[in-house]
């Protein structure tokens, strides 16, 4: 991509309002803009990192064995009435009446829709277990929209659902989505505190919560000394067992030809809180340090002298090079000076930088920088392409 003619709205004085670095981060770097209070669109940058933590979680789960649909978020409030979270989740549902007075609403989170989905499909023994996922939009009118899109109004989340015959099939699934949780924000550059947690208005029992440590944590964790942590809660999974089952009568008759509920576990990852709590944890005071896994591009190139034709013939045949090796690269090919695009380059905070100025060329070299450490490094043109490769794997 070439900086100029793409979308990236940096902005450089610090937004008014914002309490948490990752939001004023997501909103100088040209990633998020607000269009009202917890409502957030993603812009070119913002959505490439959503793609590539959701290709981290789609991996994870198809690999424990789960398998991806998508559900509506527009909902009947009738499916809702079955189980009583009509009222017990009333404040943070958004509940409206159709033309025809149908009353509906926009799904904060979804265990009614799916059971009622797995009923119309699964009668037998002998088509379970299931795990279905979805990377769908949520809608809760959270009291307290904050930290931009930690906690939003309208937000996006991987939320699965496993459906068994025994508690031992149960806790198999849930050691599967457990592991696969570990791997997910680990690939993502976190490391979480796992804690047992209240399993609240899901109803069930054992229940963990994935936290990562970071100030403006809204979770407390008692760290291993006794004092207290503030974590941002980033997963969460539970083990429901029969509720939603029984009351929306989702059934399935064993090898005797008898009738029992499906055993249920629930399992979900906040993907554009998971957005800003990676930058809570990697960045600095001059802007974001993407973790390569989950960076909008893995490489910058930063030509000097735009106008100068053996520096942009050099830019262009790395970015040609580089893009055919499937690797993302982003070009800063705009016409400003080398102070306001390094500005721009830690700011938006690209992994890999490969300077070239008519100076170093002369000598036959270019400089590669790496956004997390201060030093660079003059490498000869011809071993360019190489020494990015061997850092990429590193
Ligand atoms: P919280 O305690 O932070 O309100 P929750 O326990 O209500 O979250 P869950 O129902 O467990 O959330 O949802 C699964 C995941 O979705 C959470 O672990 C979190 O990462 C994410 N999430 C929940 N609410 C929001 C929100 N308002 N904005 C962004 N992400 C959210
Ligand atoms: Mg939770």
Redesign the pocket.
């Not at 899109?149 to 109004?153: F, I, K, S």
């Not at 941002?232 to 969460?236: A, T």
């Given at each position: 991509m070439k900086w100029s003619q793409y979308f990236i709205p940096t902005i450089k004085e610090v937004p008014a309002g914002t309490e948490a670095a990752s939001h004023r981060l997501l909103l100088r770097a040209g990633l998020v803009h607000m269009l009202t209070s917890?409502v957030y669109s993603y812009l070119p940058l913002g959505l490439r990192v959503l793609g590539k933590i959701s290709e981290i979680i789609r991996k994870e789960m198809n690999a424990a064995g789960a398998h991806e649909l998508l559900m509506p978020a527009l909902q009947p409030l009738d499916v809702w009435q079955k189980t009583g979270r009509d009222k017990t989740l009333a404040e943070?549902m958004i509940q409206f009446n159709t033309k025809r007075g149908t009353a509906m609403c926009l799904g904060?989170?979804h265990e009614e829709i799916i059971t009622d989905l797995v009923k119309a499909f699964v009668h037998s023994y002998r088509q379970l277990p299931v795990t279905l996922y979805q990377i769908q939009t949520?809608f809760?009118d959270?009291t307290r929209?904050r930290f931009g899109?930690?906690?939003?109004?309208e937000?996006?989340?991987k939320?699965a659902y496993s459906f068994d015959t025994s508690m031992a099939g149960l806790q198999k699934n849930y050691d599967a989505m457990f592991q696969a949780y570990k791997n997910i924000f680990a690939r993502c550059g976190l490391d979480p505190v796992i804690a047992e947690a209240d399993s609240?208005?899901?109803g069930g029992r054992v229940s963990h919560?994935?936290l990562v440590p970071a100030p403006i944590g809204?979770?407390k964790v008692k760290a291993a000394d006794g004092t207290e942590q503030q974590c941002?809660?980033?997963?969460?999974i539970f083990q429901l067992g029969t509720k939603y089952s029984e009351a929306l009568g989702a059934l399935y008759v064993d090898e005797q030809g008898k009738q029992h509920p499906l055993i249920m576990g629930c399992y979900?990852?906040?993907v554009?809180?998971?957005l800003a709590t990676i930058i809570e944890v990697h960045h600095d005071e001059k802007g974001i340090v993407w973790p390569l896994a989950v960076a909008p591009f893995s490489v910058e190139i930063l030509p000097l002298q735009t106008t100068d034709p053996q520096v942009m013939s050099l830019a262009q045949s790395y970015y040609d090079e580089l893009t055919k090796s499937g690797i993302d690269v982003l070009m800063d090919d705009r016409d400003e000076s080398a102070g306001f695009k390094f500005n721009d380059a830690d700011l938006v905070g690209i992994p890999l930088r490969i300077v070239i100025g008519k100076r170093s060329l002369a000598q036959g070299a270019v400089e590669i920088r790496s956004r997390s450490c201060a030093a660079s490094e003059t490498v000869a043109c011809e071993n360019v392409l190489a020494r990015i490769k061997s850092l990429m794997s590193q």
């Open positions: 917890g943070v904060p989170t949520k809760r959270e929209p899109v930690v906690r939003a109004c937000f996006i989340m939320d609240g208005a899901m919560e994935f809204e979770d941002i809660e980033v997963g969460h979900g990852i906040g554009s809180r998971l």
